[in-house]
């Protein structure tokens, strides 16, 4: 027996969200194998070893060299059947979103997605997972004999336990998925929104693109991404990749820094499974400070440059 | 162009999250229900422009009780041509993507296209399970989808950046922001959607994989603690001793 876990991977390199997939496995594999099936190349394949992998499969079929969903999820399946695996992790990104339904829809499998704890095998096996957009957690019970979990980025603690696997080559018929990828636009941050930890973002409080150097400047000293509110990026103000809430993208850092953000409940929505909430805005009821852990009551133009001096001084971009 | 939507029926935004019958049930008393937003602006929105572009047909589906038909009006008065509701109650996504496979598997569909997610079990499930039923091209998580004739150009979201890719009909695609501009329903669209076919089918077999057992609220968030406007760094001290995070 043992457990399958898919390592997704970007620019030729190990994703972080699937060394969290991997610890995952790994800490409630309770004895059994854990299995990395990994699709192409990655420079650093032994680093999944760190987070307990046990064995990796490796597939060098030519035809995921782009990403190809169907046929990850093809090989998934042959995988499980060669290894004698009933449980299959991913994370909860856009790569495990795209191929987990899929592998659930060819197996007959039961898939919670969005998983926050370990598995629950106290009376069955019960996963819990975020539901109602991060108002509320769902605790369920996977019936089915394939047992599919894709876990929430940022939400389960990944733990090192180093193991030193073997790489194994892994072939199959993986058909044809009839999809043509044509080109790549990659975003030039450093730092995804989506992986980062501490995230700063702004709002309409910053009254026009011209202003959000100070932004910028917090976020560099804090080791940041920078973020934004939907009517911003409705304006143009930042590029719409940065506009978190309900129908951006929904993020879940350590530390989130809203500036000029009143905290619309859409805004809530993709930001409040963030573990501490700083709120700064001028107007003492914006409703964002009743989800806030720490708030201040002031103008941002006066408080953010004070802020960046005392980052500063305290020499955090470095840490 | 044959386009099948699928639509959800999901709490409000701003809808009170509660539970009752010991934390196993959704309580839905004074909530308001809306179609999925994803479904709506985006999956519903760009069919009914392709369709109007290349001719042909926008059939909503729902898997559900008579209580979404109301929601499933709106999706008519919006522009869709007829709607299907299969009967049934599904305890998982597996279940609902079963019972609209199987239709669309009778009733022959160019595109079936979903939102990427619900606002209520934020699974991102159905759509991709519908794929593998059909056995038919997924698109997960795609910003722009044009035709011309029965070929696709798609840009679809990756992790890390945008991907554009080309695929041939049929296929199933989940929605994502970028796809369409919500549009809101005129007098004579909800007029029209009153004698629009709304059709009713028996569930076919599916499956229940998963079920929830329970619900639980986030634990009560503590007061916000306000540092002085005048001494911001001491939000930064905080940070670092109290929360422990920077």
Redesign the interface.
């Known amino acids: 027996m043992s457990i399958l876990v898919y390592a997704n991977t970007q620019n030729n390199k190990i994703h972080k969200s699937a060394h969290e997939a991997i610890s995952y496995a790994s800490r409630f594999a309770d004895g059994e194998e854990v299995v990395a099936l990994l699709a192409g190349e990655a420079e650093d394949i032994e680093s999944l070893g760190q987070y307990g992998a046990d064995k990796i499969l490796q597939l060098k079929d030519a035809k995921l060299k782009d990403f190809q969903p169907t046929l990850i999820a093809r090989a998934l399946k042959a995988a499980a059947e060669a290894e004698g695996a009933k449980v299959v992790v991913f994370s909860h990104d856009l790569s495990g979103k795209s191929v987990a339904p899929l592998l659930a829809g060819i197996t007959n499998g039961g898939l919670v997605s969005g998983a926050v704890e370990l598995p629950n095998t106290d009376d069955g096996f019960v996963v819990k997972k975020a539901v109602f957009s991060g108002k509320a957690f769902a605790n369920t019970k996977i019936n089915a004999e394939m047992k599919i979990i894709s876990v929430m980025p940022n939400s389960v603690e990944k733990i090192e336990n180093q193991k030193s696997p073997a790489v194994e080559e892994f072939t199959a018929d993986l058909g044809d998925s009839r999809l043509v990828v044509k080109g790549q636009q990659m975003e030039s941050a450093d730092l995804p929104l989506t992986e980062a930890d501490k995230v700063v973002s702004a709002g309409r409080g910053l009254k026009g693109p011209e202003n959000w150097g100070i932004i910028e400047e917090l976020a560099k000293e804090l080791g940041a991404a920078t973020a934004c509110s939907r009517p911003v990026s409705d304006m143009d103000w930042r590029p719409h990749h940065e506009h978190v809430g309900q129908t951006g993208v929904a993020i879940r850092p350590n530390l989130y820094i809203a500036v000029g953000i009143s905290g619309a409940i859409q805004h809530l929505a993709g930001v409040n499974q963030s573990k501490v909430i700083v709120v700064i805005n001028t107007d003492p009821e914006a409703p964002f400070f009743k989800s806030a852990d720490y708030g201040i009551v002031g103008d941002a133009f006066e408080v953010v440059p004070k802020l960046i001096e005392k980052a500063k001084s305290m020499n955090l971009s470095a840490d | 162009m044959k386009i099948l939507v699928c639509i959800s029926k999901v ?1 409000d ?2 809808a009170k ?1 509660a ?1 009752t019958d010991n934390n196993t049930q959704f309580d839905t008393n004074g909530v308001q229900f809306i179609i999925n ?2 479904d709506e ?1 985006y999956a519903l929105v760009r069919g009914l422009e392709i369709k109007e572009a290349q001719g042909g047909s926008v059939t909503v589906i729902n898997v559900g009780g008579a209580d979404n038909d109301p929601t499933i009006r709106k999706a008519l008065a919006i522009g869709a041509d007829e709607a299907v509701r299969i009967d049934h109650n599904p305890k ?3 279940a609902t ?1 079963q019972q609209i496979a199987n239709y669309a598997k009778e009733n022959d569909f160019d595109m079936v296209l979903c939102g ?2 619900t ?15 059909l056995d038919q ?5 795609a910003s722009k989808l044009d035709m011309e004739g029965n070929k696709a150009t798609i840009q679809r ?12 009909t049929p ?1 199933v695609l989940s929605a994502a ?2 796809m369409a501009e919500a549009r809101i329903p005129n007098m004579r669209g909800i007029m029209a959607a009153r004698t629009k076919p709304l059709n009713v089918v028996e569930a076919s077999d599916s ?12 634990p009560e ?2 007061d ?7 001494n ?2 001491e ?2 001290e ?3 001793n109290e ?1 422990k ?2």
């Open positions: 709490p935004t701003t999250i539970f937003p994803y602006w998982d996504a597996l993507a990427k997610e606002i209520d079990y934020n699974g991102s499930q159905v759509p991709g399970m519908i794929a593998a039923l091209p997924y698109v997960s998580n979201d990756i992790q890390g950046g945008k991907e554009s890719l080309e695929v041939e296929f922001k970028g499956s229940n994989q998963t079920e929830v057992v329970s619900y639980e609220l986030p968030k503590g916000c603690k306000y540092v002085e406007a005048d911001p760094g939000l930064l905080l940070l670092r929360a995070i920077i």
